[in-house]
């Protein structure tokens, strides 16, 4: 089915370790997103990548980094995980600019940080 | 303050009764996006609108640009309609800014 791919749904981390959560779309969207969700604090921007080959922080974007690899993937990497980080992640795509489609999202990736 | 405020944080209502969700925003926006998230689940496009109003079954999203206005209706509500209700706006730079959302609960 047509839509956004986010792997892995769970994942369970130590304080320290790295890890690439990856996300694809087969819309030929040009804008990708990565978000997180937080009790109470409703979907946070972390970084967005516009078009292919660009990339840009959002609201929190410490202590992630970002890769568009193609218009396709646009993976969030955690460096070295903290427990602030434990979160529910979602990725989602646009088709861009000057686009009435709605944007559409991920399954998310419940990532807990011990 | 968030740019993009919603109204009530916590919604409940009997099955059959019209549901009223509030979204109002200070920033500039080209669009607004409604979204919907199920307990533990993903999260669905409802509607994304510039302007007026749209319609989809049982729900109807309008939008007033001026007054930075837009509220997501649902009629002849259902248990099934219970969710979290999220507005989001889109401005020109497509960077999304997100209200905290509004739980809805319908007992049958």
């Known amino acids: 089915n047509a839509g956004v791919t986010q792997t892995p749904k769970f994942q369970v981390l130590k304080t320290g370790q790295s890890m690439t959560l990856q996300c694809a779309q087969d819309?030929?969207?040009?804008?990708m997103y990565w978000y997180r969700q937080d009790p109470g604090m409703g979907l946070r921007l972390i970084y967005y990548s516009a078009s292919e080959g660009t990339t840009d922080k959002g609201e929190v974007p410490n202590g992630y980094n970002v890769s568009r690899l193609n218009k396709r993937e646009f993976s969030l990497r955690l460096e070295s995980a903290a427990p602030s980080q434990t979160s529910v992640y979602f990725c989602a795509s646009l088709p861009g600019p000057n686009s009435n489609q709605p944007q559409h999202f991920g399954d998310g990736t419940r990532l807990s940080i011990l | 303050k968030n740019e993009v405020e919603q109204s009530p944080q916590n919604l409940t209502a009997q099955e059959g009764e019209f549901i009223t969700i509030n979204c109002s925003y200070s920033?500039?926006?080209?669009?607004l996006h409604w979204l919907q998230q199920h307990p533990g689940g993903g999260i669905v496009s409802l509607f994304m609108?510039?302007?007026g109003k749209k319609k989809h079954g049982r729900l109807i999203a309008t939008i007033n640009i001026q007054e930075k206005h837009s509220s997501l209706h649902i009629t002849a509500s259902h248990p099934r309609d219970s969710a979290v209700y999220i507005c989001a706006g889109i401005p020109s730079n497509y960077k999304l800014t997100f209200g905290k959302g509004t739980l809805l609960t319908v007992n049958p």
């Open positions: 920033v500039g926006i080209s669009a």
């Open positions: 609108l510039s302007s």
């Open positions: 819309m030929n969207h040009n804008s």
